[in-house]
C-alpha cells in the first residue's frame, strides 16, 4: 500500500488496523491529495475501523504500519484503545529522506514552557455559565 500510495504521488507510509485475526481497515497518507495534516494512513485506519465498528473503542486492536508512527497517531491509537503497533521502517531509516518525527518526540517529552509551541494553561471560566465538564456530566445523564 505505502508502494502504491508512492506512485499516486503520495508519502510511502501505509497502515492496516486489525482485531482477532481480521483487517478492519487499511489506509495510506492522503496528505497528497487532501491538503489535510492530520491525513497520516494510522489516523485515516483508525477512523475507517471506528465508522466500521460504530465505536470509537478499538480495544484488543493491533496495528500494522510502514513506518514509525508519528506522535499525533501514537496518540490517537492510545486514546483509542489501540493494544499494539508494529512498524516497518523506524524514524532513523527516515531521517536521511526527511520522513523522521525523532524531533517532534524530543520536543514533546519537555515541559510545556520549554516545548518550541507555546502551551500555557489559562482557565476560563464564565460566572453566568456551568462548569464546561460539568455541563458535560450533566447532559451525559440527560441522555440515558
Known amino acids: 500500500m505505502a508502494r502504491a500510495n508512492i506512485g499516486e ?14 483487517v478492519i481497515a487499511a489506509a495510506v497518507n492522503e496528505i497528497h491529495s487532501t491538503n489535510d495534516p492530520t491525513s ?7 477512523r475507517a475501523a471506528s465508522r466500521k465498528l460504530d465505536s470509537p473503542d478499538l ?5 500494522y504500519a510502514s513506518g514509525h508512527p508519528c506522535p499525533m497517531c501514537m496518540a ?10 508494529f512498524y516497518a521502517y523506524s524514524n532513523e531509516d527516515g531521517a536521511p529522506f526527511g520522513l523522521s518525527t525523532a524531533a517532534i518526540y524530543e ?7 520549554k516545548q518550541s509551541m507555546a502551551i500555557r494553561y489559562v ?3 464564565p460566572e453566568e455559565q456551568a462548569d464546561l465538564y460539568a ?3 450533566e447532559a451525559q445523564g440527560r441522555q440515558e
Open 59 to 63: 480495544s484488543g486492536c493491533i496495528v
Open 135 to 137: 455541563a458535560w456530566v
Open 9 to 22: 504521488g503520495g508519502r510511502p507510509f501505509g497502515a492496516v488496523l486489525v482485531r482477532n485475526g481480521e
Open 76 to 85: 490517537a491509537m492510545r486514546l483509542s484503545g489501540v493494544g499494539k503497533v
Open 40 to 46: 497520516h494512513a494510522e489516523m485515516n485506519a483508525i
Open 107 to 113: 520536543d514533546l517529552a519537555k515541559p510545556f514552557t
Open 123 to 125: 482557565p476560563v471560566r
